[in-house]
């Protein structure tokens, strides 16, 4: 059963709780705060579990964070508990890829009906670029302003795209169909990402946040700080010891102790 008090304690809402755009734009820009996107457990070769009791325990008890699947998913029931209705999309993500190149389907996102062609596109777990409010669906090739960068929904020879402005430049990040996902869907990619060896969750690691007027991005030994006003910065982290810190302070993430946990981060800090 879902605990949806330490859910909200968690992310620090305290407002209503009726399905409203008011608290569905509440809680999406809360969440990616609170609750930052990360890939620990596949970096340590640890299974990552979609069921809600394993969600709760890691995101919102264990204070960690997760990558999509996980993000989407914990936010879906959370949203569901609140009266909203919601369905599940899969993804292809584009972002920096070659535009011909073909991609599996690796995201998760949210359409959440607030009413009739009342229709929100809601994504908690994109990483760097993750939405700081719900899209609306139905505006296509509109620039929609988020408490972060601006974003559009645009219809492509009968899919649908994302994307964000960066730097004056449109950039998508994924392509999607409205065919519903089950479960089932969901686990069966989870599966791809956790175990392939071209996913992109293993091998790296990557952790990112969104605070009111910044991003934080991690990339292996790589901190990025990308602020609203334009201004950005780098630092290089050289040493596990730092690592955890940087993880712990920035991103808010508890890092699991032990010999297994160490290593994995000192193998990325190699690379």
């Known amino acids: 059963m879902l605990d949806l008090d330490s859910y909200l304690r968690r992310i620090g809402y305290k407002g209503p709780r009726g399905a409203t755009l008011e608290t569905l734009r509440s809680l999406h820009a809360l969440h990616p705060r609170a609750i930052p996107f990360e890939n620990l457990d596949t ?160 091998g790296r690691l990557v952790a990112a946040r969104a605070a009111p007027d910044r991003r934080f991005a991690l990339g292996n030994g790589m901190l990025k700080v990308y602020r609203l006003d334009g201004e950005s910065e780098e630092r290089g982290i050289r040493t596990v010891v730092e690592l955890r810190d940087v993880l712990k302070s920035t991103f808010g993430i508890d890092v699991p102790a032990g010999a297994e946990s160490d290593a994995a981060l000192a193998r990325v800090l190699r690379d």
Not at 46 to 55: F, K
Not at 135 to 143: G, H, N, P, Q, S
Not at 155 to 184: C, H, M, N, T
Request: net charge negative; with cysteine; glycine share 6%.
């Open 43 to 202: 970096l340590r070769g640890v299974p990552v579990r979609l069921d809600l009791d394993s969600l709760q325990r890691k995101l919102v008890h264990g204070r960690r964070g997760g990558y999509c699947f996980e993000q989407n998913t914990l936010f879906r029931h959370v949203l569901e508990a609140l009266g909203f209705h919601v369905t599940v999309l899969a993804a292809r993500v584009v972002w920096e890829r070659p535009q011909a190149e073909p991609r599996a389907r690796t995201h998760m996102l949210l359409l959440v009906e607030l009413g009739p062609n009342d229709l929100h596109l809601c994504d908690v777990g994109f990483g760097g670029l993750t939405l700081t409010a719900p899209l609306r669906f139905l505006d296509l090739d509109v620039a929609q302003p988020t408490p972060h960068e601006h974003f559009r929904v645009s219809s492509r020879d009968g899919y649908f795209e994302v994307a964000a402005d960066i730097g004056d430049e449109w950039k998508p990040l994924y392509r999607f169909s409205l065919e519903p996902q089950l479960p089932v869907d969901i686990e069966l990619l989870n599966h791809y990402v956790v175990s392939h060896a071209d996913s992109p969750m293993l």
